[in-house]
């Protein structure tokens, strides 16, 4: 007998081209219901054949696979301190596997990137010209390597006016092999989540402040930096109406879609910036991964994990 699908929301089609994406008739399936305090920064597993997310507030990182279900992965997974920490947020964010296949995180207690490796943590990043890092929030590498990430203040205990704050803006930087940490751009007020597009000649930024709720479009430049940038999409009416969440986290799949959580849950655009339909999840919704063969998103959606098969595939 099979099992019973449980859905999270409704999925809405705003374009025919949507359809091309995602199956009529699909449905946002809920693997994992009211589990979580808040749910961040999936990765999928391949070698292992599980997805990998954050619980910031519980300092955790989850596993769930098919096989298994739900089973903690690892604790604690962004603050190591030994005084208690005083904030919502001390938990690892964004994750990602690098070419060696090492975890490589974003730790919000422990203000730094970092790779888990033989059991310990390893500082990548966690001061720019000699001052912290506000709390790194999330990451993507390059094909060569290069480590693009966000850095709001979300983690720290009083957030923008944290005492402990050192650095008087948001950035969004490039951290290479060598240990080089480069400031991209500090225009921001609150960049979140990014992504390269499929020819890494765009990083795409979202701005997570509800006066400005935003994704950005910078293009990359030869030697890896960012030129200017301009508005890739707009979503402020919506958070402005109280749509539940804020541009978050990104994937964009093989084709060029960019698979952006937002006011309402996942915005899905085409390469263009046109709004194709949205996997309205009815909650604030963190971000996505691609899992399985490619073909599966994957959801981190406020206390819950769901997934949805598309039809394109994701890296």
């Known amino acids: 007998m099979a099992k019973e699908v449980q ?35 999936p990765v999928w597993d391949a070698p292992n054949r599980r997805v990998l997310f954050s619980d910031i507030p519980r300092n955790m990182i989850w596993e769930w696979s098919e096989a298994g279900g739900l089973k903690q992965f690892l604790q604690p997974s962004g603050y190591t301190g030994t005084t208690p920490f005083t904030g919502r947020e001390p938990g690892s964010n964004g994750l990602t596997f690098n070419q060696a296949g090492e975890l490589i995180m974003c730790q919000h207690g422990d203000r730094r990137i970092a790779r888990w490796s033989d059991g310990k943590f390893v500082t990548l990043a966690d001061r720019y010209q000699g001052k912290r890092l506000n709390s790194p929030n999330d990451l993507v590498i390059k094909s060569n390597g290069d480590v693009y990430f966000t850095d709001p203040p979300y983690g720290l205990p009083k957030g923008a006016d944290d005492p402990a704050k050192e650095l008087e803006f948001q950035g969004v930087y490039r951290l290479r092999a060598n240990g080089e940490l480069t400031l991209l751009t500090r225009e921001l007020s609150r960049p979140n989540g990014l992504a390269f597009s499929p020819d890494e000649q765009t990083l795409y930024v979202a701005n997570s402040d509800p006066n400005k709720a935003i994704v950005m479009a910078y293009p990359v430049q030869g030697d890896g930096t960012l030129g200017a940038g301009k508005v890739f999409f707009d979503a402020t009416p919506a958070a402005q109406a109280k749509k539940p969440g804020l541009p978050d986290g990104m994937k ?15 915005l899905v655009y085409s390469s263009a910036g046109k709004h194709l339909g949205t996997l309205a999840t009815g909650v604030p919704t963190a971000n996505v991964a691609f899992g399985d063969d490619g073909s599966t998103l994957y959801i981190t959606a406020d206390k819950n994990l769901a997934r949805v098969r598309i039809k394109v595939k994701g890296w």
Do not use: C, H, M, Y
């Not at 374009?15 to 449905?27: K, N, Q, S, T």
């Not at 946002?28 to 808040?38: G, M, Q, T």
């Not at 799949?253 to 849950?265: C, K, N």
């Open 252 to 266: 964009v799949s093989r084709d060029g879609t960019i698979w952006a959580t937002g006011p309402g849950g996942v």
């Open 7 to 41: 859905a999270l929301g409704k999925i809405e089609r705003l374009d025919p081209a949507f359809d091309r994406l995602v199956e009529p008739g699909a449905v946002v399936e809920l693997l994992v219901e009211r589990r979580f305090e808040w749910s961040e920064g």
